[in-house]
């Protein structure tokens, strides 16, 4: 067994991370108020929901709190202190999706000047560095919504957003339906990761070959998730020879996945793939960066040599360019 204390301290990239899903609670509730927006339910008591999909939806209210520069500002640099503080984070690379944010009426330049503000204070004030991830909700936007917000993402600050993502339900929106904004994504030189084989989905919905559509037809660089790949040993040999770095994440609060969570990790890293971990939506699954190194490492009972494998993994499977990664090795 390793200590809580070095679990927490090692230093560790956090490369799946949805900034909707880091808001704390008290911040919540202070900017519905000032927004005059009611909520279902007190701040304290927000982040419940009966199944997965209750959860998307408690994530797309949540969003709506952040409506200026400001309040994104704001969201980035108080996730970085909390993430500072609870697991020594070094560098993070948050997904937003736009399209959340459009209904509280700010347009993208705003939100992602917002942002990058946030990030320059973080980076002076703890030194963390930050990258941003453009994503695509796959159960809400047609392939077609798909390329414009890829074009979007492509014509600004293109020196922090640095690529594409795609979340939501798996099984409203398979992989290849977003083949043509991935394409347009790749021409222009975005990074591309995809949510695939997440295990809140069935088989059917999520199954492993998932990840070679991922792999040929979106041409991912990294992929988010991947636990249901474990049921295909042939998906799992493509995958460990292919060597591209997942991102699953080490504790979710959706209750009927939990226990199988660690295990699946256990058997990802033990056929080969380049494994990190991650949050996910830290606030809203009440874990943090130190909280799903701890629970994970104790319920696999790995040592020290494995934290310190998980950190240097972070660092190479991120976005960062060489010089940036081997300041942080
Ligand atoms: C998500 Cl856990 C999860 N799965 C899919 N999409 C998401 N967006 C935010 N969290
Ligand atoms: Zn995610």
Same mark, same amino acid.
């Given at each position: ?17 949805? +900034?909707? &899903?880091?808001? =704390? @609670?008290?911040?919540? /509730?202070?900017? #519905?108020?000032?927004?005059? !927006? *009611? ?126 993502? +795609?979340? &939501?339900?798996? =099984? @409203?929106?398979?992989? /290849?339906?977003? #083949?043509?904004?991935?394409? !347009? *994504? ?144």
């Amino acid at each position: 067994a390793v200590a809580d204390g070095y679990l927490r301290r090692i230093p560790k990239a956090e490369l799946h991370c949805h +900034l909707a &899903g880091t808001l =704390r @609670a008290t911040t919540v /509730a202070e900017l #519905a108020a000032r927004a005059g !927006l *009611a909520l279902p339910r007190p701040a304290d008591k927000l982040y419940q929901w009966p199944d997965f999909y209750g959860f998307l939806d408690v994530l797309r209210l949540t969003a709506l709190v952040l409506r200026t520069p400001e309040d994104f500002s704001r969201a980035v640099y108080e996730y970085v202190e909390d993430a500072v503080r609870d697991g020594n984070l070094r560098h993070v690379e948050f997904f937003f999706n736009p399209d959340y944010f459009y209904p509280n009426g700010i347009d993208y330049p705003a939100m992602v000047d917002g942002m990058i503000e946030g990030i320059e204070a973080a980076k002076k004030m703890f030194g963390v560095s930050s990258l941003l991830i453009c994503c695509i909700d796959r159960s809400t936007n047609t392939p077609a919504q798909a390329v414009e917000i890829v074009e979007t993402a492509i014509a600004h600050r293109r020196d922090h957003v640095v690529g594409i993502g +795609l979340d &939501g339900a798996e =099984r @409203a929106g398979p992989p /290849a339906t977003f #083949a043509e904004a991935y394409a !347009l *994504a790749k021409r222009a030189g975005l990074h591309r990761t995809a949510h695939c084989c997440e295990d809140n989905q069935t088989l059917v919905e999520a199954p492993p070959t998932n990840y070679l559509i991922c792999r040929d037809v979106l041409q991912c660089d990294r992929i988010d998730h991947g636990y249901n790949m474990l049921a295909s040993d042939f998906v799992m040999a493509e995958a460990r020879r292919d060597g591209l770095y997942f991102t699953p994440c080490a504790w979710t609060s959706l209750v009927h996945n939990r226990p199988h969570r660690p295990q699946r990790i256990r058997r990802m890293v033990e056929a080969g793939l380049n494994v990190t971990i991650n949050t996910d939506d830290p606030a809203m699954f009440e874990t943090d960066l130190g909280h799903g190194f701890t629970t994970l490492f104790e319920s696999i009972g790995w040592g020290p040599d494995m934290a310190r494998k998980f950190s240097l993994n972070s660092v190479e499977g991120s976005w960062l360019d060489e010089s940036d990664k081997s300041a942080l090795r």
